[in-house]
């Protein structure tokens, strides 16, 4: 019989925080590192300066821009996720089986990101024809439901192991260590295919599913199994969704959560869009930058973004955690019409990442623990996270598929400077969050 936990259990929480170390591996080498520069290598060409010269690709006939392509699949994969987590944490929470539903998730994504190993477009020759994608790219699309699915009940333990006050220090850990475990693997990966050449780029992928997999066991022993709230002779679906509509029916009577969410959904699609779309950014828009230096600039990123995440901390509790956000916030705009206006040579680019680095790991630790602090004393967490998570994940389906419908009309630097009205309606409806 499993032991009994109270909040601020030692043995719990450093599970619960060795689950950022084990998945931050994909958002890191999958959505931002290795996987896209290889997609973006493999499906355009380029001129004798590195400067992009055809990028189109063909998937089942359809014809598009290959980055384009890349935020539609991707947006696609946070609409399901929007779809099936409110249901799917219902149900969690009226069967006691948030652990399993996390596991669930864990493995899919872990296994869909190894899968990558396959992904190889076809093309004509060096003529100017479309890139032919087929099957191989749908791992990804399974890869990124795992990932922001698993995230929904990985979240909604935080209230359950600890208290209030010692939320924001706790997810900062979590965010602080989750860039130390994937920077090391992206290290290891480098210096295994890169500097020593003794395996292909492709087993980055397998690797990143073994490191995941692998790691999450050691959370998954750690964390507690939760007791089912289900009425007896209630079927699961049923009583799942008379648990999101109870949930529901609180969130609306809560002015704080309601707009605090509103404010969420705004600022968090812009900061997400911008983490997953900056390497195809630099690899079309950069003159001269080579695969090193944006490898460099992701690990630059990695490494300041832990000591964000202890700085913004800090911040928020001495000053609160509206103030601290909305600093955040202003940073990051500035920083969109910076690389605009100024961001074309690798220098330039290595400025703009390391002010991500800083703000990208303050922006995230704060945004999941001031959701956790406003949440009531409640069995149901899993039900509250999951609509936290269906604002997040609309968000960025409106944010990735509008970033490629603008590069599909105008220009990808064009795409960056949208995102600003993102940040200030974030900011605007922020500033109505009636928080200390």
């Not at 539903?101 to 990101?113: D, N």
């Not at 700085?311 to 202003?330: E, H, M, Q, Y």
């Not at 149901?380 to 599909?408: C, N, P, R």
Request: hydrophobic share 50%.
């Amino acid at each position: 019989m499993e032991k009994k936990h109270s909040k601020g259990d030692k043995r719990v929480i450093r599970g619960w925080l060795f689950y950022d170390w084990a998945n931050s591996v994909y958002p890191l080498i999958i959505s931002s590192a290795i996987f896209p520069i290889m997609y973006e290598s493999l499906t355009s060409i380029k001129d004798g300066s590195g400067k992009t010269i055809y990028d189109t690709i063909s998937f089942f006939g359809m014809e598009m821009k290959n980055t384009a392509f890349y935020a539609y699949l991707v947006g696609v994969s946070y609409l399901v996720v929007a779809l099936i987590s409110p249901l799917l944490s219902g149900i969690a929470d009226v069967t006691g089986k948030k652990k399993r539903f996390l596991q669930f998730f864990c493995i899919l994504g872990a296994s869909s990101a190894s899968l990558l190993y396959f992904f190889n477009p076809s093309n004509a020759g060096n003529e100017f024809t479309p890139y032919v994608i087929g099957w191989d790219i749908l791992p990804l699309f399974f890869a990124s439901i795992g990932f922001w699915a698993s995230l929904v009940y990985y979240n909604s333990y935080l209230p359950e192991i600890a208290d209030p006050e010692d939320h924001n220090v706790i997810s900062a850990k979590g965010f602080s260590m989750g860039y130390l475990g994937s920077s090391i693997l992206l290290i290891v990966i480098l210096v295994l295919t890169q500097f020593t050449q003794l395996m292909p780029i492709r087993y980055a992928f397998p690797l990143v599913g073994l490191w995941w997999i692998g790691f999450a066991m050691f959370t998954f022993s750690r964390l507690p199994h939760v007791d089912a709230v289900r009425k007896e002779n209630v079927s699961v679906v049923k009583a799942g969704f008379n648990e999101l509509r109870l949930v529901w029916k609180d969130i609306k009577s809560r002015l704080v959560v309601r707009r605090y969410i509103a404010s969420y959904f705004m600022f968090n699609m812009a900061v997400q869009t911008v983490m997953i779309m900056a390497t195809a950014f630099a690899n079309k828009e950069i003159v001269g930058i080579k695969t090193q230096d944006l490898i460099v600039s992701i690990l630059l990123i990695q490494f300041l973004g832990i000591l964000g995440s202890v700085v913004f901390s800090k911040l928020a509790t001495r000053f609160g955690n509206r103030l601290g956000l909305s600093i955040a916030i202003v940073i990051w705009i500035g920083l969109c019409l910076f690389v605009y206006f100024f961001v074309f040579l690798p220098w330039q680019f290595y400025i703009a990442a390391s002010i991500v680095g800083l703000v990208m790991g303050g922006i995230q630790s704060l945004a999941r623990s001031t959701y956790s602090k406003m949440l009531p004393e409640t069995e149901d967490h899993a039900s509250y996270f999951s609509f936290f998570d269906v604002s997040e994940k609309i968000g960025l389906a409106i944010g990735t598929i509008s970033f490629g419908l603008i590069e599909t009309f105008t220009d990808i630097r064009t795409s960056v400077l949208a995102l600003v009205v993102f940040f200030i309606a974030g900011i605007i409806l922020l500033l109505r969050v009636p928080i200390k």
